[in-house]
């Protein structure tokens, strides 16, 4: 596959996958509030793992969501650092 599609594909994915966990962390809020369906906490941290921990780290801040789960406090801060460390290590890879 030619690179620059590739990285496309990459931006694209990386975008989705964070508006994504940032959605699901909001909704989680305002459905703890009104007492509605949650989504369930492996949903939210593996959003997280699969590349939205920014926008899991976004929404658990702007929403002040799961910010007293020590998994939710550290587990996603953790993901986020290691998902930052690997795009580092494959944009100097070159």
């Not at 926008?55 to 998994?71: E, N, P, V, Y």
Request: hydrophobic share 50%; charged share 15%.
């Amino acid at each position: 596959m030619d690179p620059k599609t590739l990285h496309t594909i990459a931006v694209l994915y990386m975008a989705a996958i964070n508006l994504a966990a940032f959605s699901a962390y909001g909704w989680d809020k305002l459905c703890a509030q009104r007492g509605g369906w949650r989504i369930p906490e492996k949903t939210l941290l593996l959003l997280a793992f699969f590349g939205g921990s920014l926008g899991a780290m976004a929404g658990m801040t702007l929403f002040r969501h799961k910010t007293r789960h020590l998994k939710f406090r550290y587990g996603v801060r953790l993901m986020l650092a290691l998902q930052t460390a690997a795009l580092i290590y494959l944009h100097t890879k070159r």
